[in-house]
């Protein structure tokens, strides 16, 4: 088969695992392609959408036999941005990853498969993410095998959703303690967007490492 990962989120934390995710696959024996845009997008069978901005149109959509989004919630609950960074604040342990069908409306198409993994409360972001990263693969791995088995489902149930998160979210509330913003200290990027806060008009910013 003609497969195809669409990546066009540049600071995507997932462009590391691309060299995990090929090796995993490549056994099956497919023809596989990494993308960093919608407009490199051709003719294929399987095109799966990891860390997507862009919405899809039908004759984008077209394209492929099968467009299939990988986004990290149990859909319909968690339509939006950041998932799992919300679930995480909300003192979440499990974080689903549901696989479903893409159309031109965000996060509704049918589901093929939803999994979770488990959190202890004390990963910090890279930890999160290969657990994410881990199981996104996975789940693409059992996806290309039976895919011939796989039946779609609608979405059912109550929905919900959240907002794109941005670099003013880590701020830190010096006024609280530490236990309180453990969390959001969790999500936090040390890169991206470290946690900080304001202290006499100047800004001091937190990075966090788990001691080895």
Known sequence: MRVQILI??????????????????????????IINSHRKI??????????????LNKQILSKNSKNVV???????????????????????????????????????????????????GSELSDEIREKQAKLTISLIKIFL?????????????????????????????????IRKQFNLLRVADNTRYPAFFYFKKKKYILKIYAQK
């Open 8 to 33: 066009d989120i540049k600071d995507s934390f997932f462009h590391q695992y691309i060299d995990q995710l090929k090796s995993n696959i490549k056994p099956l024996k497919h023809r596989i392609k």
């Open 70 to 120: 990988i986004h990290p919630s149990k859909l319909p609950l968690g339509r939006g941005s950041a998932a799992v960074a919300w679930r995480v604040l909300e003192n979440k342990k499990k974080i689903f990853i549901t696989l479903f069908e893409a159309n031109e409306r965000i996060d509704r198409g049918d589901i093929y498969i939803q999994k979770f993994f488990r959190l202890d």
């Open 42 to 55: 051709k003719k294929g069978d399987v095109l799966f959408l990891i860390s997507c901005k862009t919405i």
């Open 145 to 177: 095998k039976k895919m011939k088995k796989i039946k779609k489902r609608p979405q059912l149930g109550k929905v919900s959703f959240y907002r794109k998160r941005t670099k003013k979210d880590s701020k830190i509330n010096i006024n609280k303690s």
